[in-house]
């Protein structure tokens, strides 16, 4: 039971543990700026959640951490010593070290417990037009994933409860590599964007604020569309065209269908006609504004979008697929954002699904968040019944550069597995960043 089971699991457990955005969605390169760069700069938006974010990974390192138990940072003299080798050399780097914990109310394997780690580092480099709006970077992320005393991290340990989509989107097993390796870059006073590389396509994807399962939610569920056929870690492009200062924004992508975690796939982009291809269209708060094109989804305080892709058939593998995913996500005075998500797919192993939340930053706490949402998705197969899945955390920074995460979730009507009516999965994450 348990083989078969694995097996059926093997293209979404693929697709999930090469999710994230942002996205370890991505991760892209987590910076370090000084005060004074900043106020040169454009501000970025005040979100919830700065994932991503350059400014917002600088306030949250620098602020004054308040409320109960809270400490200030002892890591001062790193983080000037970063910013010192960045004005001295043009390089920039930092990294994050993450424990996950999961325990499971019912598994079809027998394995009711799950602890994973990731280490990534981020780096990057301006080629070119150094410190201009224009600059050429080059940015590199190192990532290592494995499980820490179970037999199966949170990935594939969660996916094997009977539950079609993972309780734990990218805390999987790969050891230390090259996840991301691009060039990126802003054109014509910020109208044009574009990257190119070994990128993490879920961080471009009809990603949003909430996808990055380091920081917020962890199931797929409400992280990335478990009904799109996204590829993962490959060589692509995408580009971002800002046409009039109404916000709309058109984003298409292409993308090679064969990912490697820490391997090379230029050859298959070049040499195989298999890709993936996405059109988006949207309205969004940061049209022409100096944010990254691979930190524009998750640091979008309001947007509105349909995303649109094709994926071409494998040979010897998966058939021809297409959907259409839709996202919108608004801000409610300056600490509250909804959201409501959907798409749907032919040729894929999830037909449809749909998910609605929210989070909340306490204003006195600086970077504490919580979150709710539920979600539903219904299978390909009619032999599968659909599954419905609610999520709940709370983010507590004890210091402003480590937090621990409680999380609570249900899936409901497991698809994989007919004898359970729910999966209880409580999960305990840790995250330092440096």
């Not at 960045?86 to 993450?98: H, Q």
């Not at 995408?238 to 292409?254: D, E, F, R």
């Not at 979730?409 to 009516?421: F, G, H, I, K, R």
Request: aromatic fraction near 12%.
């Amino acid at each position: 039971m348990a083989a078969t089971v694995c097996c059926a699991l093997l293209p979404i457990a693929a697709t999930a543990q090469q999710v994230q955005p942002p996205a370890d969605a991505p991760q892209p390169a987590q910076l370090d700026l000084t005060l004074a760069d900043i106020a040169d700069r454009e501000p970025y938006p005040n979100l919830l959640d700065y994932t991503l974010s350059v400014q917002g990974d600088l306030q949250e390192d620098t602020a004054v951490p308040t409320g109960w138990l809270r400490r200030p940072t002892s890591m001062g003299p790193w983080f000037a010593w970063k910013n010192r080798v960045r004005e001295d050399t043009g390089l920039s780097f930092g990294g994050s070290w993450m424990m996950l914990w999961q325990n499971y109310s019912s598994s079809l394997i027998d394995q009711h417990n799950a602890v994973g780690n990731k280490l990534t580092l981020n780096f990057s480099y301006d080629l070119f037009n150094r410190g201009q709006a224009n600059a050429m970077s080059l940015d590199v992320a190192v990532e290592d994933r494995r499980p820490v005393g179970t037999d199966l991290p949170p990935l594939q340990a969660g996916m094997a409860t009977g539950s079609m989509i993972p309780t734990a989107a990218t805390y999987g097993d790969f050891s230390l590599g090259v996840t991301q390796a691009y060039i990126r870059q802003n054109l014509a006073d910020n109208r044009f964007q574009y990257t190119v590389g070994k990128i993490f396509a879920p961080n471009f994807l009809n990603a949003y604020p909430f996808f990055d399962d380091n920081r917020q939610f962890l199931t797929q569920a409400f992280s990335t569309s478990p009904s799109i056929a996204s590829p993962l870690r490959g060589f692509g492009a995408v580009a971002a065209w800002y046409p009039t200062q109404s916000g709309l924004y058109l984003k298409p992508g292409i993308f090679t269908v064969h990912s490697s975690d820490t391997g090379s796939t230029i050859d298959d982009f070049f040499s195989k006609d298999e890709h993936f291809y996405m059109l988006e269209v949207g309205f969004t708060s940061l049209a022409r504004t100096r944010t990254p094109i691979h930190a524009r989804a998750a640091m979008d305080a309001n947007n509105i979008h349909l995303t649109a892709w094709y994926k071409d058939p494998e040979q010897g593998g998966l058939p021809r697929a297409r959907g259409l995913a839709f996202n919108a996500n608004y801000m409610l005075g300056a600490n509250l954002m909804w959201f409501a998500r959907a798409g749907w797919s032919d040729g894929w192993f999830v037909d449809r699904n749909a998910a609605v939340g929210i989070g909340w930053r306490p204003t006195e706490h600086f970077s504490d968040l919580f979150g709710v949402a539920v979600g539903g998705l219904q299978p390909a197969s009619p032999a599968l019944r659909s599954q419905y899945t609610a999520e709940v955390f709370y983010r507590f920074h004890v210091t402003p550069n480590f937090a621990i995460t409680p999380d609570l979730q249900v899936q409901v009507d497991p698809a994989l597995d007919p004898s359970t009516d729910a999966i209880w999965v409580f999960s305990l994450r840790g995250r330092l960043t440096f």
